[in-house]
C-alpha cells in the first residue's frame, strides 16, 4: 500500500476557493490511480474525481464538473483538487486514495486512504 497524507483544508466563504493536496510515500506513487472523495456528517462516502497513474485522463462526478480540477505530479508524488466556486454542501471531510486499479477507485474501494481534511464551506 503507499502512505496518504492529505493537506490544505479549512473554511472558505461561499464563491471561494481551495487547494487540497495529497502527499504519498511507501511505494511508487506512479504506478497508482489516485482519486478523492467526500464525506459530510450523517451521508456515504462520495466519489470526486479520480486521476490515473501517468495524469493523461480524469474523472469526475458530476456534482463537481466544472468546478473542481483533480492533478498529480508524480515527480514529486503529490496529488492535487483544486477546488473552485464552493458552496455550503460542499463542506465535508475530504480524503485521498490510491489504487493499482481505477475500478476500485470508482466504487470506493480503494486499498489506501489518506486519514481526511477538513472543508468548511459558510453561507
Known amino acids: 500500500q503507499v502512505q496518504l497524507v492529505e493537506s490544505g483544508g479549512g473554511l472558505v466563504q461561499t464563491g471561494g476557493s481551495l487547494r487540497l493536496s495529497c502527499a504519498a510515500s511507501g511505494r511508487t506513487f506512479s504506478n497508482y490511480a489516485m482519486g478523492w472523495f467526500r464525506q459530510a456528517p450523517g451521508k456515504e462516502r462520495e466519489f470526486l474525481a479520480a486521476?490515473?497513474?501517468?495524469?493523461?485522463?480524469?474523472l469526475y462526478a458530476d456534482s463537481v464538473k466544472g468546478r473542481f480540477f483533480i492533478s498529480r505530479d508524480n515527480t514529486r508524488n503529490m496529488g492535487y483538487l483544486q477546488m473552485n466556486s464552493l458552496k455550503p454542501e460542499d463542506t465535508a471531510v475530504y480524503y485521498c486514495a490510491a489504487d493499482q486499479s481505477l475500478h476500485n477507485l470508482l466504487v470506493i474501494t480503494p486499498d489506501s486512504w489518506g486519514q481526511g481534511t477538513q472543508v468548511t464551506v459558510s453561507s
Open positions: 486521476i490515473i497513474r501517468g495524469g493523461g485522463h480524469t
